[in-house]
């Protein structure tokens, strides 16, 4: 039987995260395996840590959810990790505060995640939740993504990860690189093997917030983090990479080395 954790980390979206909040215990009504939600509140200054406790009161009393505060701000992949060692799955299903799971896929997840039980990481498809369409290419078919062409190729656009609590317990994202999550996840396909890529659409993404890591204000506020991203990326893996890939990594990791040399002399 499959126990699953999903862990939500959230900073100031009290309003948001009560709707990703609420598709997951809806998501969660959809499975007959074992489950558990944990929200992470990452600091926040707007009180949403008192307005879950007031609003999910008896999903705390009754233990569907758990609530974690951090005392200080980590970050989204420091919150994550704190929400990861809270855990009890044997997988753990990282959700954003301001998106939605897809509560009538939730049996087909499971099932696949019982099928791929060796498999480190899982991704599953997104669709804009402004939109309704699919996020990336579409392909027909599910497949493997190993370590050469997840370095090279990547994810087909934005996709839900699902990762082996076990494989993961190895590889914590890396707090200092807010954002960089696949530093980890390559990592990860390194020492346990390939990923999959499912045609599964489990979730809603949301594109339109200004605050999204991946907003233009987000990445110049971590140009710094991305620029050392791109450069361990090439310093760990170059004879993983194509030339193509190396040029491409090269260029952003100077660009922005280059955004972060003027976002500091700014502030």
């Not at 233990?63 to 704190?82: H, M, P, Q, Y």
């Not at 599953?124 to 050469?148: A, M």
């Not at 050392?228 to 760990?236: D, E, G, M, P, T």
């Amino acid at each position: 039987m499959i126990f699953l954790s999903i862990i939500t980390p959230t900073y100031n979206r009290k309003e948001l995260v009560i709707q990703t909040i609420n598709s997951t215990i809806d998501f969660v009504k959809h499975t007959d395996c074992e489950t558990e939600i944990i929200v992470v509140d990452d600091a926040s200054t707007d009180f949403t840590y008192e307005y879950l406790k007031k609003i999910y009161n008896k999903e705390l009393t009754a233990g569907d959810i758990r609530l974690f505060r951090s005392e200080k701000n980590l970050g989204v992949t420091g919150a994550k990790n704190l929400g990861a060692k809270q855990a009890g799955g044997e997988w753990l299903l990282f959700m954003d505060s301001d998106d939605l799971l897809i509560p009538d896929v939730a049996e087909d997840l499971i099932n696949i995640l019982h099928k791929y039980k060796d498999s480190p990481i899982i991704f599953f498809r997104c669709k804009g939740l402004e939109t309704g369409y699919l996020i990336g290419p579409h392909f027909r078919d599910p497949y493997e993504l190993t370590l050469k062409e997840f370095l090279n190729k990547g994810t087909p656009g934005e996709c839900l990860p699902v990762v082996k609590s076990s494989s993961f317990s190895q590889f914590f994202y890396n707090t200092k690189l807010r954002g960089c999550e696949g530093l980890t996840y390559a990592q990860m396909i390194n020492e346990f093997g390939a990923a999959r890529v499912e045609t599964l659409i489990a979730r809603k993404y949301r594109r339109d917030n200004d605050d999204r890591l991946s907003s233009g204000k987000g990445l110049i506020s971590r140009s710094c983090c991305l620029a050392k991203y791109h450069a361990l990326i090439l310093s760990n893996y170059y004879n993983k990479l194509y030339i193509t890939t190396i040029i491409k990594t090269s260029l952003k990791a100077i660009f922005y080395l280059f955004m972060c040399i003027i976002f500091k002399v700014k502030h």
